[in-house]
């Protein structure tokens, strides 16, 4: 499948909405629904980030605004911006992506996410010319575009009264006992939005038999964040502390850098957990593709 025929996938029933919030003053926002349970995108305070993503992204999932700068949680994640970023940098306004991952049980066993978010800064959904999803693994790149609207499908849309249109569209990946065998890789994505194009993606590796993903705080650093809670239950893992590494580039090659873990520990944190590998990272090698930007806010 070539990547215009995902645009088509996903242009169809974005189209559809963008012409509800044409037709309505209303705004058009993902189901809420009563209970979490297995439900893969509940969303307890209507931000467009399901609980489970937000966990990932160590936000909070009842608040909008989880660190209180005034930038919503959306904007905040699209955008890159970093949880200890200074909140008076400014980011301008223009259209934005970003590929996130998450997972969420199932009765066949844990099943992983991809989450494409997308704030269109004019409201038009035919901004975005070109989007081409992948799984790359040390370089090697496998296309995903026949995964979207084949199988289980997200979609929701909101539309904010100053920053434009917000839109996430999410796809199974598949399962997480199967995709562990190809650890480490990147779930990415190339989209050309407007005059843009954006690299963006979300790097996955086994730490300690638990698939984690780098959540950045920094152009050189991120923290180790299990996709889900259970490590918080694993006396292995030492809860109130997360790991965070820095990266530093060894080689760039033509589709992507190989970064080495120059230092690696365990911090304070309120709700995380650090893993009994940390300190053991050090010295290790990551590849990510199209540059580290890709995974530590989106390469432009």
């Known amino acids: 499948m070539t990547s215009t025929r995902c645009i088509l996938l996903l242009a ?10 044409t037709a309505t003053t209303g705004v058009v926002e993902a189901p809420k629904l009563a209970a979490d349970g297995e439900q893969p995108f509940f969303d307890s305070d209507g931000d467009l980030l399901p609980d489970r993503l937000e966990w990932v992204m160590t936000l909070d999932p009842t ?5 209180a700068d005034g930038t919503d ?17 400014s980011f301008g306004y223009d259209d934005e992506a970003r590929v996130l991952v998450h997972s969420s049980p199932s009765p066949r066993g844990r099943r992983l996410w991809v989450d494409m978010l997308f704030r269109f800064a004019g409201a038009n959904l035919q901004d975005l010319r070109q989007l ?20 289980a499908t997200h979609l929701a849309l909101h539309a904010h009264p100053s920053e434009g ?8 990946l598949g399962s997480e006992r199967l995709l562990r065998s190809l650890l480490p890789f990147t779930v990415g994505a190339t989209a050309v939005m407007g005059s843009r194009t954006i690299s963006t993606g979300a790097f ?16 050189d650093s991120g923290i180790v964040q299990s996709l889900h809670q259970d490590p918080m239950d694993d006396p292995f893992w030492t809860s109130s502390r997360v790991c965070v590494m820095r990266l530093s580039v060894v080689s ?11 230092d690696a520990d365990c911090h304070s944190s309120g709700r995380l957990s650090c893993p ?11 590849f990510f593709p199209d540059g580290l930007a890709t995974v530590t806010g989106g390469g432009f």
Do not use: K
Not at 63 to 67: G, I, K, P, Q, V
Not at 252 to 262: H, K, P, R, Y
């Open 12 to 21: 169809s029933p974005l189209a559809a909405i963008g012409m509800a919030l």
């Open 63 to 67: 608040l909008r605004d989880s660190d």
């Open 73 to 89: 949680d959306f904007l905040h994640v699209v955008q890159g911006r970093y949880a200890l970023g200074d909140p008076r940098v």
């Open 132 to 151: 081409t999803p992948y799984i790359d693994r040390w370089g090697q790149r496998l296309p995903i575009d026949s995964l979207i609207g084949v199988g």
């Open 165 to 172: 249109l917000y839109a996430v569209c999410s796809f199974e």
């Open 204 to 219: 996955l590796h086994d730490v300690s038999g638990v698939v984690a993903t780098l959540v950045p705080v920094a152009p």
């Open 252 to 262: 760039a090659m033509s589709n992507g850098v190989i970064c080495e873990v120059t």
């Open 276 to 286: 009994p590998t940390c300190l053991s990272s050090r010295g290790h090698l990551l």
